[in-house]
């Protein structure tokens, strides 16, 4: 198995972070607009990711598979891209010095190393960034306003 791994440190509290993961609404203000679901264990979130132009891009449905108020949420695909099916996405919270939340993010159960692994590290990344600058200044770039990195978006 193979993971993305990324560390990134936001200065807000950590309720801020997890509520932003943790709910359909928090989830919309960061990776992307089209959210819908249920934010409670064993709940299902649909999402949809879109160009500028409003060209769709694909699909992504997960379960909620851990809540752990403030300190962990855990994600576990079950539709979109063939790669991430039974994948999970996790967020681990800690305080840091300096008035900083660290989130600890992993993509984790790739079966293989392939080219859209790495295009899938670095849109993490630009949307942990997102989720960053959301808790931070109250305004994330999710779908459709991220950064686009490739010809895939």
């Not at 932003?20 to 992307?32: D, F, H, R, S």
């Not at 900083?100 to 692994?117: D, K, P």
């Not at 590290?121 to 490739?150: C, F, M, N």
Request: hydrophobic fraction near 35%; charge should be negative.
């Amino acid at each position: 198995m193979i993971d993305i791994t990324h560390r990134v440190g936001a200065v807000a509290p950590r309720e801020k972070l997890y509520e932003a993961v943790a709910t359909p609404a928090g989830i919309a203000a960061w990776w992307t607009e089209e959210t819908a679901g249920e934010g409670t264990v064993g709940g299902g979130i649909e999402t949809a990711f879109r160009r500028e132009d409003g060209e769709l891009v694909g699909t992504i449905e997960f379960e909620v598979e851990e809540l752990v108020p403030n300190e962990r949420v855990v994600w576990r695909f079950t539709g979109g891209p063939e790669e991430w099916l039974g994948s999970t996405a996790e967020f681990d919270f800690t305080d840091a010095d300096g008035g900083y939340t660290i989130v600890n993010f992993g993509h984790r159960g790739w079966q293989e190393e392939v080219e859209f692994l790495h295009h899938c590290s670095t849109k993490w990344a630009s949307y942990l960034l997102s989720l960053k600058q959301l808790v931070e200044t109250g305004t994330g770039a999710p779908s459709p306003h991220d950064v686009r990195i490739g010809d895939w978006h």
